[in-house]
């Protein structure tokens, strides 16, 4: 199975600030088409999974411009621009090259 | 607007088999590159995904539980039904289904149903 490490696993932010969640997979995800099967979800409280980013760098409709999805290699980053207390919840990256599709540990951002 | 919700019991006992169904609608399960998966999250845990089934009924399964797990399709009920045998305490969990978009090589989930709690106790 294709590993997915995330961190950090607690990121308290201030409102305002830039965050950042790292994703890293155990080997690369670029499928036979170039593209980066690496997907980005947001988990609010006491709700379900929602899409925010698919294919390394893509927003899903809706999800706000300050947030951006970036790859280099095996590596994957979210970025948040200016932090809202919309934005709380835990984020999972998820890899998408094969199955078993596997997640990360979820990184829970909290406004400080 | 695409719409899935997940449906089953809240409780079943060690050993029995539980049966859980994903009702959709907005999307049909005979469009290419539609699938439906399934994802569980034990209480206070990280997410982990379970079984997939395509428009053209291939099936995947999580390799460590492929031997306990059936997904099915029933395309004039839209509903997508998976049943996992044999369950464990350890198998407590919100069961989650989901809409995947699937073109060729790329897809994801989007959106996922609210989820059901199942708990399995004696």
């Known amino acids: 199975d294709i590993v997915v490490t995330q961190s950090p696993l607690s990121l308290p932010v201030t409102p305002g600030e830039s965050a950042s969640i790292s994703c890293r997979s155990s080997q690369s995800l670029v499928n036979s088409n170039g593209y980066n099967c690496l997907d980005w979800y947001l988990q609010k409280p006491g709700q379900s999974p929602q899409l925010l980013i698919y294919?390394?760098?893509n927003r899903a409709s809706g999800v706000p411009d300050r947030l951006s999805g970036s790859a280099s290699g095996t590596d994957f980053t979210l970025k948040i621009s200016r932090v809202e207390a919309e934005d709380v919840g835990v984020y999972y990256c998820?890899?998408?090259?094969?199955?078993?599709?596997?997640f990360g540990q979820g990184t829970k951002l909290e406004i400080k | 607007q695409i719409t899935v919700k997940e449906s089953g019991p809240p409780l079943v006992k060690p050993t029995q088999t539980l049966t859980l169904t994903c009702t959709f609608s907005?999307?049909?399960?005979?469009?290419?590159?539609?699938?439906v998966g399934w994802i569980r999250q034990p209480p206070g845990k990280a997410l982990e995904w379970l079984a997939l089934i395509f428009w053209d009924d291939d099936k995947r399964y999580r390799p460590s539980l492929k031997s306990r797990l059936t997904i099915t399709k029933d395309t004039s009920k839209n509903q997508v039904v998976l049943t996992m045998t044999n369950m464990d305490p350890v198998d407590t969990a919100t069961y989650y289904c989901a809409h995947r978009t699937q073109y060729g090589a790329k897809g994801w989930f989007d959106p996922w149903g609210p989820g059901t709690l199942v708990t399995v106790s004696s």
């Open positions: 998820m890899q998408a090259l094969q199955t078993p599709y596997t």
């Open positions: 907005g999307f049909s399960l005979t469009t290419t590159g539609v699938a």
């Open positions: 294919l390394g760098s």
